[in-house]
């Protein structure tokens, strides 16, 4: 036995083999396990600082800020407003939630189920979309072919099971999920269920957005009939529309998807989120936006309403008689507006 290996001996076994055992040196371990983890520790402080991780220097939660945005920024829904914020502070701030936050957006084309979902992701993260733990799934883009849903099952298990190991309060988006391939969806009904722990990793510090124009004509046809009653917008209540979403989600004939899921039936989604159609002064302050965003004009003053209307006549409205909503909300706001100016 030579020196070395004798040294390593009563490091480790603390004992001259053949002769004695010392008294063990507690200190060397001790001494031992702080390098270690000091080097871990000051490693990690230099890389987080530069690299994204999962610390809050990354994970920032401005809940202030997701308030302000959300009512500076979103148009016309005075439901969605109040309650995204109240769910995602009562969420994030919670030590340990008792299971994921899932949010369900509803409503037709351009009414802003995207442009919150961008604003949450850059509320709660300091890359916003771009952050590695933020996955905004595009249904109809990856998953396209109905015959390869074993396959898809696999992949999509396999992401999520990754991405929350590597980070607890993750942001899952799905868009379109009313084109989810039938059966799809429950693959993840048990990452949204009440479980402690699956496979060692705890999912209920996650974030899942589901969104979709399921129950979108239902919800515009209730918006007109209050309109026809001569109700405030702002009168709508929730609790009507998720009546009127319920009733649309077991009626509704689209194959597979959320509605054909066990989601709703075991109550794995915290809220339904009905975004109302958008009359027109709504669409008017997007394009106001769009302009200056656009830098067409510098601020929001300066916009001539003549320029407003021009691109407004660019828009089509229904129902046919009454003028009332955008077709397609504010989603071709844009567009219309490079129309107008650049033309
Ligand atoms: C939160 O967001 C608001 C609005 O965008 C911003 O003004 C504020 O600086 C942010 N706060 C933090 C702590 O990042």
């Known amino acids: 036995m030579n020196l070395h290996s004798m040294l390593l001996y009563w490091l480790f076994l603390r004992c001259v083999p053949g002769v004695l055992c010392l008294a063990p040196i507690p200190g060397i371990y001790a001494v031992g396990a702080a390098v270690t983890s000091f080097g871990i520790a000051s490693f990690n402080l230099v890389f987080c600082r530069f690299y994204e991780c999962c610390d809050d220097r990354w994970i920032v939660n401005n809940i202030t800020g997701l308030q302000i945005d959300l009512k500076k920024r979103l148009y016309g ?8 914020t109240s769910h995602i502070q009562g969420h994030v701030r919670t030590p340990d939630p008792h299971k994921a936050l899932v949010l369900s957006f509803h409503g037709p084309t351009g009414t802003g189920k995207n442009h919150v979902s961008q604003i949450v992701a850059e509320m709660l993260y300091k890359k916003g ?3 590695e733990n933020v996955r905004l799934i595009a249904v109809t883009k990856e998953f396209p072919h109905a015959e390869m849903v074993p396959l898809y099952k696999d992949q999509l298990r396999e992401m999520i099971e990754k991405q929350v190991k590597k980070c607890g309060q993750s942001l899952f988006i799905f868009d379109e999920v009313d084109k989810m391939p039938g059966g799809l ?3 993840i009904k048990p990452y949204l269920d009440h479980y402690e722990e699956l496979g060692g990793v ?3 510090h996650a974030i899942f957005v589901f969104l979709s ?3 979108g004509t239902a919800i515009t046809q209730y918006a007109l009939d209050q309109w026809k009653e001569g109700s405030h917008r702002e009168d709508i209540k929730l609790a009507a529309v998720e009546r009127i979403l319920a009733k649309a989600a077991i009626n509704s004939e689209s194959q597979g998807g959320l509605w054909h899921s066990e989601l709703i039936s075991k109550h794995l989604v915290t809220a ?5 159609p958008l009359e027109r002064t709504f669409v008017r302050q997007c394009i106001r936006d769009q302009l200056v ?3 067409h004009y510098p601020s929001l003053e300066e916009i001539p309403e003549v320029i407003v209307e021009e691109v407004m006549q660019e828009l089509s409205f229904y129902p046919e008689k009454e003028q009332l909503f955008s077709v397609t909300g504010c989603k071709r706001v844009p567009e219309k507006v490079d129309l107008v100016m650049l033309s």
């Open 77 to 84: 829904q005075h439901l969605v407003q109040k309650v995204v």
């Open 129 to 131: 979309l771009k952050s």
């Open 185 to 187: 969806l429950d693959t």
């Open 202 to 204: 705890d999912y209920r």
């Open 213 to 215: 124009n399921a129950g």
């Open 272 to 276: 339904f989120l009905p975004f109302l």
């Open 293 to 295: 965003l656009k830098r």
